[in-house]
Nanobody, 124 residues
């Protein structure tokens, strides 16, 4: 079992930036795709961004494309999500997850391990 821990959440004004990090322990992430998801109160968990095991491919949801950047450092066993130009509708609990494949997947059920999540609140 791999443990995933998200850090970097917090309160930020609209237009501001945050960088989230997902650190893994107990197992290497170098062979699996990673994803970021978010869930706002009363809404379903949604795919935000994904990255292939070697970083060669990246995918984003339409709502964050051009504002968010996903990256990974396999030597550090860490995945990042840089969030710029934040909007109030970005407010949610952000969670990182490890997929069961090396290629990018978007469905919640395609992911095997999940972090506990970190709260991101964007004020207007």
């Amino acid at each position: 079992q791999v443990q995933l821990v998200e850090i970097g959440g917090g309160l930020v004004q609209a237009g501001g930036s945050l960088r989230l990090a997902c650190a893994a322990s107990g197992r290497s992430l170098s062979s699996v795709a990673m994803g970021w998801f978010r869930q706002a109160p009363g809404k379903e968990r949604e795919f935000v961004a994904g990255i292939q095991s070697n970083g060669a491919a990246i995918a984003y949801s339409h709502s964050v494309k051009g504002r968010f950047t996903i990256s990974r450092d396999n030597a550090k066993n860490t995945v990042y999500l840089q969030m710029n130009s934040l909007k109030p509708e970005d407010t949610a609990v952000y969670t990182c997850a490890a997929a069961g494949t090396w290629w990018i997947v978007r469905a919640v059920n395609d992911y095997r391990d999940w972090g506990q999540g970190t709260q991101v609140t964007v004020s207007s």
